[in-house]
């Protein structure tokens, strides 16, 4: 079982950076690759971006390559994502996943974080 806390949302200013973090409980954090994903107001929920349990290997929904970084720190048990040159279209709840072999499929994820707002808006 794997209990998933996001952090660090709020509201910035278009052309912004915000980093957001994921602490992870139990033991087991290094054996789950983690994911990042968002859900604007009347949309569905879409990956952002996703790491492999040893950090090596990393995906990037399109419209976010170059803006964001995704990392984990497996003896914090976290996983973060910087978002810089923030867009008023990046607003959404951001959740992170852990699931089992890395990839974008939400379906596959087995454990979310309950969400933290994103506001880009000047």
């Known amino acids: 079982q794997v209990q998933l806390v996001e952090s660090g949302g709020g509201l910035v200013q278009p052309g912004g950076s915000l980093r957001l973090s994921c602490a992870a409980s139990?033991?087991?954090?290094?054996?789950?690759?983690m994911g990042w994903f968002r859900q604007a107001p009347g949309k569905e929920r879409e990956f952002v971006a996703a790491?492999?349990?040893?950090?090596?290997?990393?995906y990037y929904e399109d419209s976010v390559k170059g803006r964001f970084t995704v990392s984990r720190d497996n003896v914090k048990n976290s996983v973060y994502l910087q978002m810089n040159s923030l867009k008023p279209e990046d607003t959404a709840v951001y959740y992170c996943?852990?699931?089992?072999?890395?990839?974008?499929?939400?379906?596959?994820?087995?454990?979310w974080g309950q969400g933290t707002q994103v506001t880009v808006s000047s």
């Open positions: 996943a852990a699931r089992v072999g890395v990839g974008k499929d939400s379906s596959e994820y087995e454990y």
């Open positions: 139990g033991r087991t954090f290094s054996s789950y690759a």
């Open positions: 790491i492999s349990r040893s950090g090596l290997v990393k």
